[in-house]
């Protein structure tokens, strides 16, 4: 078995062909993906077991209550950045709120790859995550950690 040489991440979605989908956006931003699931009880699991650097987060998740899905990344794995992905603007302040680095459109396959290409240069550089911060542009509009 080969270890992956550079971040790992985990999808949770319901939905198979938009699991496909993530992973090959994942694999792109040079993230290696562990699992992709369904329901909280994936999500928990893989995290834990791959040591997940990043999760990938569709909302609603299966089993869970919301935006919880994120304390519960973290309870698992600390060190777990979680992007939740929702078409719903007026959750971002709430994900922030509850520990996800960033929420993106859950359509918005560009401003995915922004947050991840970004989440994997700080992990390269092992930056510390700061205070999290807007980031814009034509094609993004999300808020994500600033790079040290």
Same mark, same amino acid.
Do not use: K, W, Y
């Given at each position: ?44 699991? *893989? ?14 998740? *299966? ?25 719903? &603007?007026?959750? &971002? ?28 240069? &700080? ?15 034509? *094609? ?9």
């Amino acid at each position: 078995m080969t270890l992956p040489s550079g971040p790992v991440g985990v999808v949770c979605d319901d939905r198979p062909d938009v699991r496909r989908t993530l992973r090959a956006v994942l694999e792109r931003c040079g993230i290696s993906l562990a699992a992709g699931v369904h329901d909280l009880d994936g999500l928990l699991d *893989a995290v834990a077991s791959a040591s997940a650097d990043v999760a990938v987060v569709t909302l609603p998740v *299966a089993g869970s209550n919301g935006l919880d899905v994120v304390a519960a990344v973290h309870r698992v794995a600390p060190r777990c950045r979680v992007v939740v992905l929702s078409p719903f &603007e007026a959750l &971002e302040g709430p994900a922030l709120d509850a520990g996800a680095v960033a929420l993106v459109d859950d359509r918005d396959l560009r401003g995915l790859a922004a947050v991840l290409t970004r989440l994997v240069d &700080e992990t390269a550089h092992t930056a510390p995550v700061g205070d999290l911060v807007p980031v814009q542009g034509p *094609a993004v509009d999300v808020a994500v950690a600033p790079s040290a």
